[in-house]
């Protein structure tokens, strides 16, 4: 996560922390279901595949910057390349997502 910048590998950190934590507030809230020790294993096979996702979304975003014809280290036309590799990859996202619910 490092070759995408410090402050793009903490976030993507953050974001994958921040999903497992989520989970497991989710099942202290309802303890009315059982929660197995599957669910509870899963959590970090979750978080490991929120930095995958990440990884993909970066990788794309980068391909777009060093691909750019304009050369513009703006932030706008960064906000610019960095919807386009989320528009890209957005079939990639949907189909993993799906996956990640089946699973």
């Known amino acids: 996560m490092l070759r995408y910048k410090v402050?793009?590998?903490?976030?993507?950190?953050?974001?994958g922390l921040f999903s497992g934590i989520m989970a497991v507030g989710f099942y202290?809230?309802?303890r009315v279901i059982a929660v197995s020790n599957y669910a509870i294993a899963?959590?970090?096979?979750?978080?490991?595949?929120?930095m995958i996702?990440?990884?993909?979304?970066?990788?794309?975003?980068?391909?777009?910057?060093?691909e750019?014809?304009?050369?513009?280290?703006?932030?706008?036309n960064r906000l610019v390349l960095a919807k386009r590799a989320a528009s890209d990859n957005?079939?990639?996202f949907m189909m993993l997502g799906g996956l990640f619910l089946v699973v």
């Open 7 to 15: 402050s793009r590998g903490l976030s993507a950190l953050a974001i």
């Open 28 to 30: 202290a809230l309802v």
């Open 90 to 92: 957005f079939g990639l």
């Open 42 to 50: 899963a959590l970090p096979v979750a978080i490991v595949l929120t």
């Open 68 to 76: 750019d014809k304009k050369h513009d280290p703006s932030y706008e």
């Open 53 to 66: 996702l990440l990884v993909c979304l970066f990788n794309k975003e980068r391909e777009l910057i060093l």
